[in-house]
């Protein structure tokens, strides 16, 4: 690359924007800047490449920049740019609402799109309240999420979240929500592959959230089948199995959140079908276009959609949406990487690498301050032991040295790494992956 496009690459100023759960300060003094990518990699403005251990933000399945997308998404912006879907719409969101369909399990048969995971779990949440007053239900406005659960950012998905740093600056947040407890104990699970034989038993908490406020107060449970930003929590064995029989017990909804595990992250289309337990509802989005063009959604079973076409067929049945719903060109690129997994048979190759890929990682088990090291599908992570400057300092210590000295891009939560490559990654990848892992970890400690 010739200096000028160099120079073309790298901003002048850095103070305009205001970077999302960034630390602002820190990072505009040392910038990890990215401007191109291939496949498994990253490009700095410099020239340097940059590994992606972490599908970028756990969405480009695919990898990135796949002709076949890219393709898709040039063609369609010169056909259809945009086209409303309130009261009109176009073809390709009902072709994509079909393949996703599909893909669900049982009868999860309908979809309702909207632009990110945090809209998705929003949209599910309404729906379930929605569903339960056309159905007669209306005393039922009770949320229940989890601690260290993630559900994105809207009002909505804080307030059943349980991510303490996510919540506390914002106020009373939604009123008649409870949460269960986290499904994580080290004492119990530490460096456990897959999913932990202990802890199954968390779910029995629904019963006494139930008996604390009546069956008939609450409207839906929503979980992560693995509690992904917080540190990759997997569920315990026959815990979701156990939420499923309690939600069935008293009438309550219950709402899988597989934004992050959705489209092959877990082995599987998604995490439903690697459990066997057919939720109410499924949030997505990053996976769903391999994160090329913002997408969500919500898939519904059918009894949820039908409780809602009754009355006047004229009339709206669900008073809720966005502007861009179903956008063209997220449609497009949704199909092509459905494409792109189907013929690559991608979901399949994540299962296959799945034990390759935890028995890599746990031979950084003994390296300086690692306390515990999780990993389920094609997710892991590390937890660092604090630093005595305080939390948090390690992990970002670990963040700056894996970017600018060992070339790859981590995930971080606090003192924890996050690491959830793409699933084209190659087996001699996994084996770079562990090892610039491992020079970072004893970097910083």
Not at 139 to 154: A, D, N, P, Q, V
Not at 263 to 287: H, N, S
Not at 316 to 344: K, N
Request: charge should be neutral; hydrophobic fraction near 40%; proline fraction near 5%.
């Amino acid at each position: 690359m010739s200096a000028a496009a160099q120079r073309a690459e790298i901003p002048n100023d850095l103070a305009a924007f205001w970077m999302p759960f960034t630390p602002n300060r820190a990072f505009k003094k040392r910038p990890r800047l990215i401007s191109r990518a291939k496949d498994m990699h990253y490009t700095t403005p410099e020239g340097r490449q940059i590994l992606d251990a972490t599908a970028a933000l756990w969405c480009c399945n695919a990898g990135h920049n796949r002709s076949r997308i890219v393709e898709a998404i040039q063609r369609q912006a010169a056909e259809l740019d945009f086209a409303p879907n309130f009261q009109f719409a176009h073809p390709l969101a009902f072709q994509l609402a079909s393949r996703i369909a599909a893909l669900a399990p049982a009868d999860l048969d309908h979809v309702f799109f909207c632009n990110s995971g945090s809209e998705a779990c929003d949209s599910a949440l309404k729906i379930a309240l929605a569903y339960q007053n056309v159905r007669g239900q209306g005393s039922r406005i009770r949320l229940i999420g989890r601690e260290r659960g993630y559900h994105g950012t809207g009002f909505g998905g804080i307030s059943v979240g349980g991510m303490s740093s996510n919540r506390k600056f914002f106020g009373s947040l939604l009123s008649g929500v409870d949460h269960l407890p986290s499904t994580y104990n080290r004492e119990q699970q530490a460096f456990t592959k897959g999913e932990p034989e202990w802890g199954g038993h968390l779910a029995d908490a629904l019963e006494s959230i139930v008996t604390l406020h009546d069956a008939s107060t609450i409207a839906a449970v929503i979980v992560e089948p693995m509690a992904g930003s917080t540190g990759v929590l997997p569920a315990p064995k026959g815990y979701l199995q156990k939420l499923r029989a309690i939600c069935d017990k008293y009438g309550i909804l219950l709402i899988f959140d597989e934004v992050i595990t959705g489209f092959g992250r877990l082995g599987f289309a998604f995490a439903a079908e690697r459990y066997g337990v057919v939720p109410d509802m499924i949030t997505f989005a990053k996976g769903v276009t391999s994160g090329t063009v913002p997408m969500g959604g919500v898939i519904v079973r059918k009894h949820v959609y039908e409780a809602f076409m009754k009355g006047p067929e004229h009339a709206i049945e669900l008073f809720h949406g966005y502007t861009y719903s179903g956008h063209p060109l997220a449609c497009a690129a949704s199909l092509a990487a459905l494409d792109v997994y189907r013929d690559e048979k991608l979901f399949e190759r994540a299962h296959a690498l799945e034990p390759k890929w935890c028995d890599a990682l746990m031979t950084l088990k003994g390296l300086p301050n690692v306390a515990d090291i999780r990993c389920v599908g094609l997710t892991g992570a590390i937890d660092l032991a604090p630093s005595a400057a305080g939390p948090g300092e390690r992990g970002y210590a670990a963040l700056e040295y894996s970017f600018h000295e060992a070339g790859i891009m981590l995930r971080l939560s606090g003192d924890t790494i996050e690491l959830t490559p793409p699933l084209v990654v190659s087996e001699d990848q996994i084996g770079e992956i562990v090892d610039k892992v491992g020079r970072t970890i004893k970097a910083a400690a």
